[in-house]
């Protein structure tokens, strides 16, 4: 918002990212990989758990389509 007296501080953007060190760059690196494997990990849980309830809804019989209880 710009007014008489110039744009406020909290709307206008950074100029210039900080400047991160050597270590933390490989910290933040180090952290992105940490992050990658575990969804990679959790995608490969995920899908093999849909593929185990496919295969159980595949073996159980069909349900029945009567309201009665069998005798």
Do not use: Y
């Amino acid at each position: 918002m710009i007014d008489s007296r110039g744009p406020l501080t909290s709307d206008c953007a950074m100029a210039d990212s900080p400047r991160l060190t050597r270590a933390k760059q490989i910290e933040q690196a180090e952290r992105a990989e940490r992050l990658a494997r575990a969804l990679r990990e959790n995608l490969h849980r995920r899908k093999s758990q849909a593929r185990a309830k496919q295969v159980r809804a595949e073996d159980d019989p069909p349900a029945r389509s009567g309201g009665e209880p069998p005798a």
